[in-house]
C-alpha cells in the first residue's frame, strides 16, 4: 500500500519538526547563556587578576600569575593584541583559543591579560558536543513517539478505508462504534453507501421491468408491421409506410436492449470481437432518410476492416447518436465518416458548436443549437456514458473548416 503523503507519515513528520524546534530553540539558549557566563566570570576573574598584577608592578614586586595566565604590558604587548577594545575578549587563533582582557593604566599604558590554557574552552565545547546529543536523540524519539501513536490512532481509519474500498463496511464494526470523528465518518460512509446500493437495485429493477414491458408491445408491432408488409407487397405507397413502422420497432426494439446492457456493470457483460466497418453502414443507412431533401453527401471512408471488443448493441447506439447528430444539423454539404484502427472520426459541414455550448457538450440536457425544437440534449451524454462504458474516449476536435468534428478513439 502505497504510504507517501500518509496519515502517519505526516504525523511523524508533525512529532520529529517540532523536536528539532524546540531542540534547536533549547540549544540556542543554552549555547547563549554559556557564552555569557563565559564573558561575566571568565572577564571578572581576568580583570580582577591584571589589576592585582599592576598593583604589584607599581609596588616593586614581581608578577605572580598562575600557570598559562601572561601580562603583557605597554611595548610587550603583541601586534595583534594592540587593537583590542577594553573589557574581555574570546579570540579564535589558527592552533587554539585564547581568553584576553584588555584595558588601560592609570598612566595611558596598554594591558592585555591572556589565558593560554583556559579549561572553559574545553567545557564549552563538551557541551556543544552534549546539546547536539541531546538533540538527535530527541528528534529520534520523537519520530518514534509519533509513529507509535499514530499508529494507533491511524490503525482505526486505516481499517475503515480498507473496509471501503473492499466493499465491505461490515468488517469495519468497531471504527462505526467509536464516539469520535472517525465513528462519525464510518457512519456516514455506511449511510450514504446504503442510500447509494439501495438507489442503483431500484434503477436495475426499473430498468429490467421497462425493458420486458417494452420487448412485449414491440414484438407485437413487429409482427403487425410484417404482416401488413405481406398483404401490402402490391401496393407500394403503403407498403413504404409499413416499412417505416417496421424499420422504427426494429431500431426502439434495439435501443431498450442497448439501454437493459448500459445498466449493467461492464465486468459483469462479456465483449465479444465484432467488425465495426457492417454496422457503421448499417447506422448510415437508417440516418439516410434523416436527408432526404437535402443536397448532403454521406460518404464513407474505411480503408480496411476493423475490430473492436464491445457489445454491438452498445456500439452501434454511439455510432448511430453522432451521426443522427450530423445529418439533424447539417443542411447542405457533406458528411464523412472515416473509420481506421485507432477510432472513428465523424466530420460534417454544419453550423458548427457556439463556443458557450462545447465546454459542457456532453452533459444532460445540454443541446447544440439552443433554437432547435427536436431532441432532448440527451444524444451526446448518452454518447459519452456509451464510450465510458465500452473503454472508449469522444472528444470534440477543433474544425478550421467549420462544421462539427467529432473523434471517437477504441482502446488500443
Not at 580582577?48 to 600557570?67: F, I, S, T, Y
Not at 595583534?80 to 587554539?96: N, S, V, W, Y
Not at 439552443?370 to 444524444?379: D, I, N, V, Y
Not at 473503454?391 to 468534428?405: F, Q, R
Request: some cysteine; hydrophobic content about 45%.
Amino acid at each position: 500500500m502505497k504510504r507517501e503523503g500518509s496519515l502517519r507519515g505526516r504525523v511523524v513528520a508533525a512529532f520529529t519538526l517540532v523536536a528539532i524546534a524546540v531542540g534547536v530553540f533549547f540549544a540556542f539558549v543554552g549555547f547563549h547563556t554559556v557564552e555569557q557566563v563565559e564573558s561575566r566570570l571568565i572577564g571578572a576573574r581576568l580583570g580582577e587578576l591584571a589589576q592585582w598584577q599592576l598593583q604589584r608592578l607599581r609596588a616593586g614586586q614581581e608578577p605572580a600569575l598562575p600557570p598559562g595566565l601572561r601580562l603583557y604590558l605597554g611595548e610587550q604587548v603583541p601586534q595583534a593584541l594592540r587593537q583590542l577594545p577594553p573589557g574581555f575578549h574570546d579570540i579564535d587563533g589558527p592552533a587554539t583559543t585564547l581568553d584576553a582582557f584588555a584595558g588601560t593604566t592609570d598612566d595611558g599604558r596598554p594591558y592585555v591579560l591572556v589565558d593560554e590554557e583556559s579549561d572553559f574552552e574545553t567545557i564549552e565545547q563538551e557541551l556543544v558536543s552534549r546539546l547536539a546529543t541531546g538533540l538527535l536523540a530527541a528528534v529520534a524519539l520523537a519520530a518514534a513517539l509519533g509513529w507509535a501513536v499514530a499508529g494507533r490512532e491511524i490503525a482505526p481509519l486505516t481499517a475503515l478505508a480498507e473496509a471501503v474500498r473492499h466493499k465491505r463496511l461490515d468488517a469495519a464494526a468497531p471504527a462505526l462504534a467509536r464516539d469520535d470523528e472517525i465513528g462519525v465518518l464510518g457512519r456516514a460512509l455506511a449511510a450514504h453507501t446504503a442510500e447509494l446500493q439501495e438507489f442503483l437495485h431500484r434503477e436495475r429493477l426499473f430498468t429490467g421491468d421497462v425493458s420486458h414491458e417494452l420487448r412485449t408491445p414491440l414484438t407485437v408491432i413487429l409482427g403487425a408491421a410484417e404482416v401488413l408488409g405481406a398483404q401490402c407487397a402490391d401496393r407500394p405507397a403503403l407498403l413504404a409506410t409499413v416499412e417505416r413502422i417496421h424499420r422504427t420497432a426494429q431500431d426502439t426494439a434495439d435501443r431498450v436492449g442497448a439501454l437493459l446492457l448500459l445498466s449493467r456493470a461492464p465486468q459483469a457483460i462479456s465483449a465479444p470481437r465484432i467488425a465495426l466497418r457492417p454496422l457503421v453502414e448499417r447506422e448510415m443507412e437508417r440516418c439516410r432518410p434523416l436527408l432526404r431533401g437535402r443536397g448532403v453527401e454521406l460518404a464513407l471512408d474505411a480503408p480496411g476492416e476493423v475490430w473492436v471488443f464491445a457489445q454491438p448493441e452498445l456500439a452501434a447506439m454511439a455510432i448511430g447518436n453522432l451521426l443522427r447528430n450530423a445529418c439533424l444539423y447539417t443542411e447542405h454539404g457533406r458528411i464523412d465518416i472515416r473509420l481506421a484502427p485507432v477510432g472513428l472520426d465523424v466530420v460534417d459541414t454544419g453550423p458548427g458548436l457556439p463556443p458557450a455550448v462545447r465546454a459542457q457538450l456532453f452533459e444532460r440536457f445540454v443541446r447544440g443549437d439552443a433554437q432547435a425544437t427536436s431532441g432532448a440534449g440527451l444524444g451526446l451524454a448518452l454518447v459519452k456514458r456509451i464510450t465510458e462504458h465500452l473503454g472508449w474516449s469522444v472528444e470534440l476536435v477543433a474544425s478550421d473548416a467549420g462544421g462539427s468534428h467529432f473523434r471517437l478513439r477504441f482502446p488500443g
